[in-house]
């Protein structure tokens, strides 16, 4: 059975940097997109941007450029997002996903705290 | 416009039909994808593509998609179908991907 296991809980304070680690088991690493997906306390979720390993391409929308960083590790099967300039507004839920248009299989979700 | 826009909420009794939009230009061009959520949990893909359900996934859930607007429809709304639901597509203008704000049912 296919899962993505996600990286545990994270406290930061206000400009440093998260890693979120996101490791598939049990498929085909390359042949996928993961995207990555955040939710703030209360809110809707947020696409944040993917990573395809196969074409070794990323995208992730405006409002994260210059912060955001997607890698994978095809060796470990394990895909990572760094933040870095975390603000408060950073606390959320953050999820990994297996896709693109269709987000077909979730992480467990790593939960990111930005806190003085 | 970038936008998806849902409504709030949503109710409906127990067996039911619930039906939730989700409008944007860009779904004139792309399809959404339609997400459950219950509290604490991940989301969980319930619909895909033209009206596609993932393994597991029960037929009561249904979509559709009319001009700028798609459409989830639970056909026979059960308890267990409370739930925060999301829908998701590309902007029109970047190809990026972006949700809608959400929409709670509410089963009565």
């Known amino acids: 059975q296919v899962q993505l296991v996600q990286s545990g809980a994270e406290v930061k304070k206000p400009g440093s940097s998260v890693r979120v680690s996101c490791k598939t088991s049990?498929?085909?690493?390359?042949?996928?997109?993961i995207s990555w997906v955040r939710q703030a306390p209360g809110q809707g979720l947020e696409w944040m941007g993917g990573?395809?390993?196969?074409?070794?391409?990323?995208n992730y929308p405006q409002k994260f450029q210059g912060r955001i960083t997607f890698t994978t590790d095809e060796s470990t099967n394990t895909a990572y997002m760094d933040l870095s300039g975390l603000r408060p507004e950073d606390t959320a839920v953050y999820y990994c996903?297996?896709?693109?248009?269709?987000?077909?299989?979730w992480g467990q979700g790593t939960v990111v705290t930005v806190s003085s | 416009s970038s936008e998806l826009t849902q409504d709030p909420a949503v109710s409906a009794a127990l067996g039911q039909t619930v039906r939730i939009t989700c409008q944007g230009d860009s779904l004139r061009t792309y399809y959404v994808s339609w997400y459950q959520q219950k509290p604490g949990q991940a989301p969980v893909l319930v619909i895909y593509g033209e009206n596609n359900r993932p393994s597991g996934i029960p037929d009561r859930f249904s979509g559709s998609r009319s001009g700028n607007t798609a459409s989830l429809t639970i056909t026979g709304a059960q308890s267990e179908d409370e739930a925060d639901y999301y829908c998701?597509?590309?902007?029109?203008?970047?190809?990026?991907?972006?949700f809608g704000p959400g929409t709670t049912v509410t089963v009565l």
């Open positions: 996903a297996r896709g693109a248009d269709a987000f077909h299989l």
């Open positions: 049990g498929d085909t690493f390359s042949s996928y997109t």
């Open positions: 998701h597509s590309r902007d029109s203008s970047t190809k990026l991907y972006v």
């Open positions: 990573i395809t390993p196969f074409f070794d391409t990323t």
